[in-house]
């Protein structure tokens, strides 16, 4: 199977500006941010989609949850951000790799469009 952007990333096969990384997932800023803060949690196993996940899979999605409050207390967020999962093409999703976007720094309009 082709490796995805993301998995090159982890693997540093390719450069991108990160921002926190355990054994689970690596987080890193957005190359076309929408918002001053504007980055991407990203598990380490490839999981394609959120509707991919499954029951072997919630531990690690707990994760992507908890690193995300941990990065936000980190970059001192004010305890104000927003997070994305863009599930399948319609939705928005451009890399096949799940991730959530953290999202802050402006105020986050509602609902997205
Ligand atoms: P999606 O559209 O799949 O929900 O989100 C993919 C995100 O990856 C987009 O926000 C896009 O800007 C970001 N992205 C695409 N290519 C790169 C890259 O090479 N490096 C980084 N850091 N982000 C990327």
Redesign the pocket.
């Known amino acids: 199977m082709t490796e995805t952007?993301f998995e090159k990333?982890i693997k540093k096969d390719?450069p991108?500006?990160i921002i926190y990384e355990d054994d689970i997932s690596i987080v890193?800023?957005?190359?076309?941010p929408?918002a001053p803060t504007?980055l991407?949690i990203i598990p380490k196993k490839v999981i394609p989609k959120l509707s991919d996940a499954n029951q072997e899979d919630q531990a690690i999605l707990g994760h992507l949850m908890l690193v995300a409050g941990k990065i936000s207390r980190q970059l001192e967020l004010d305890d104000t951000f927003r997070l994305i999962v863009?599930n399948g093409a319609k939705a928005?999703?451009?890399?096949f790799h799940l991730?959530l976007?953290l999202m802050s720094g402006r105020v986050l309009n509602w609902p997205p469009g």
């Open positions: 952007l990333i390719i991108a500006d890193i800023k957005d190359i076309n929408q504007h991407l863009n928005g999703q451009s890399v991730h976007h």
